[in-house]
C-alpha cells in the first residue's frame, strides 16, 4: 500500500527525530515517551504522513514483487567481500584517534577494500582512522585514474582510458578509501564545510554511482549555486544517468550545466565533459568545435590523444 | 524464496510478530545464536563474524528497506541499495557503539533490533528524499467521521479545520489522552485497530481500541448534533 500524498507538509523544529519514530513504530520506546510522541504525531502534518507509512512498513508481509527485489540481494560469495569491508569499518578508530595497529590491524599493509554492488552506491561515510588528513580531491583524482570507470571526468585526474564497469565485486583502490575517511574528517572538523557534498559527489562519480552522485552535486549547488565544480560534476553525473535510463532531457540537462560550469570559468575537464555530451546528443559540430576548445587548453598527452580521436570521428559523422 | 524460515518476535509493547524468510542461499552457523553473531562483531570484529552478521540480518534489513521505499513511492532498487549502505554504517560507526547498547530481551530480539535501525535509517532517508504531503487517506478518513457524526462530508480546508477543532475540544472534555490519541490516529492518520494496537503507550488489543472508537464516536454525536445541526441550517442545507 503506498501512502498517498497531496499538499507538501515540511519537518519542523519540533518534529521527532526518524529514530525517535523508528522506536515508536517498533514498540521499542517506553510508554510516557510514546504519549508525548503520539500527541504530535496526530497534529502534524509531517509526522503523521510519515509515521503511518513506517508503521505499515514494519509491519506489513513482504509481498512477491518485494522479495523478488530482496533476491537481487548479494550472493553468498560476495558477502565475504562486504565482510571484509564491514570488518574495515567497525575498527576504525573515532573522532580523531589514529589507527595504529590496534588489535593487529596494519593500515599500511591494509589491502585494497573489495566492495560490492550494496556498498557502491557511495553517499555514506567511513570513519576517519588516518594519521593524517590529506587532500581528498587528489586522493579522489588517483584513485580516478587507477579505475576510469566512466568517460568524463573529475578534476585533476591524470589520464587512463575508460574501463566499462561489468558485473561483479568491483575492486575499489586503497585510495579510494582514504578519500572516504579524508571527507568524513573534513566533515566532522567543520560540518557547515561546502565542500564536502561536493566531493561526496566526485567519490560517487569514481565509482560511477551516479545517482548518489546527483544527490550529493544537488546538496552542493543548493549550498552555493554557483560551485563551478559541482556544476561540472552534477553535469556528468547527470549525463550517466541519461544515458543510463535512456533519458534525452537529462543530456540536454547535463549541458546546460556544463556550459554553466564553463561560463564561470572554462576548465579541461569541464570542456571534456561538454563535448562528450554533444556528442552523446548528436550534435556533432558543437562536439567538434568542443573538442578543438579542449586540445587548446589540454596539454597532457594521453588526455589529447582521446580528444584528437574523439574529435576525427565527429568530423567523419558529418560528412555525407 | 524457499528455505528455512526464521521467526522474529514483536518487541516489548505487543507488537506483531512477523515473518522473514531467510533464503537457503545464506547458510548460517546454527550453533551460533543472533546475540552471539552480534557479540563477536562488538568484539572481535574479524571479516569472518561480519559474514556471519550479513548472513543473519541482511534479510530483515533489506525486507525493511524495500517495505519502506515501496510505501513512499521511491525507487525500490536504488533505494534499497542505499538503505542497506546506510544501516551498515550506522551499525559500525563509532566502533560499533550501536550494537554496543543492544540488550536482548527475548529470544530473537536481535532480528527486532536490526529491523529498528534499519528503520530508523529507513526514516530518515524517505525525510531526505520525499515531500511529505498531507495525506488524501487523512481527508479521506476524515469525510469518513463527519458521515459518521451525521456532518457534512466533502468540506473544504477551512471548514474542515474549524469541523476538526471543534471535535477535538470535546475530545479533550470526555476522552482520556491515551482515547484522544487511538481516536486521531484512526480518524486523522487512517491508521487501522490493529495497527494502533500494536503501538506502546496504547496497552489494549485491537478489539479494545474497536471500542473504544465506538465508545467515543457515540458520545460525540450526542454532543456535537446541536452544532451540526446549526452548521447545516446557516450553509442553508437540510
Partial sequence: MEVPFEEAAHAGPACPSGDELARLASGMIKEEAAGHLLDHIIECDHCGPLFRGIVDAATAETTVEEEEILAGLPEPDRVREDARALSRLSRAAGDDQAESGRDGLDVRAMAPIVVTIMAVAIGAWTVSGLLRTPDPARLLATSYSELRLIEYRIPGASYAPFRQKRGGALVLPRSYSEALVAIQALRKKNPDDKSVPRLAGQADLVAASHGAAIRNFEQALALDPNDREALSGQGAAVALRGAADDRPQDLRTARDLLRRSIGIRRTPDSTFNLALVYERLGEYQQASDAWSEFLNIETDPGWRAEAQKRRAEMENRQRP | ?238
Fill in chain 2, 1 to 238: 524464496m524457499t528455505g528455512s524460515t526464521i521467526r522474529y518476535t514483536g518487541m516489548p509493547g505487543g507488537y506483531l510478530a512477523n515473518m522473514v524468510k531467510l533464503s537457503t542461499k545464506y547458510q548460517v552457523n546454527q550453533s551460533l545464536t543472533p546475540e552471539h553473531v552480534i557479540q563477536l562483531c562488538v568484539d572481535r570484529g574479524t571479516p569472518e563474524a561480519w559474514e556471519e552478521f550479513v548472513r543473519r540480518f541482511q534479510p530483515v534489513i533489506g525486507a525493511t528497506a524495500v517495505k519502506t521505499a515501496r510505501r513512499f513511492g521511491l525507487n525500490c532498487q536504488e533505494a534499497m541499495e542505499d538503505i542497506i549502505q546506510e544501516t551498515y554504517l550506522k551499525i559500525t560507526a563509532n566502533s560499533c557503539a550501536v550494537l554496543r547498547s543492544f540488550i536482548p530481551t527475548r529470544e530473537d530480539s536481535a532480528f527486532g533490533f536490526m529491523k529498528t535501525i534499519a528503520l530508523s535509517v529507513a526514516t530518515d532517508y524517505v525525510r531526505r528524499r520525499v515531500a511529505i504531503k498531507r495525506d488524501t487517506g487523512k481527508t479521506a478518513s476524515l469525510d469518513d467521521l463527519s458521515t459518521e457524526l451525521a456532518a457534512e462530508p466533502g468540506l473544504n480546508d477551512a471548514e474542515r479545520n474549524v469541523q476538526v477543532r471543534e471535535i477535538d475540544e470535546k475530545l479533550r472534555e470526555i476522552a482520556t489522552p491515551r482515547d484522544r490519541r487511538i481516536f486521531w490516529l484512526y480518524h486523522r492518520l487512517g491508521m487501522t485497530a490493529k495497527a494502533i494496537a500494536s503501538l506502546p503507550g496504547v496497552g489494549i488489543k485491537e478489539k479494545g481500541v474497536e471500542s473504544v472508537l465506538q465508545r467515543i464516536l457515540n458520545e460525540l454525536k450526542y454532543l456535537l448534533a446541536p452544532a451540526i445541526a446549526g452548521g447545516r441550517s446557516r450553509r442553508g442545507r437540510s
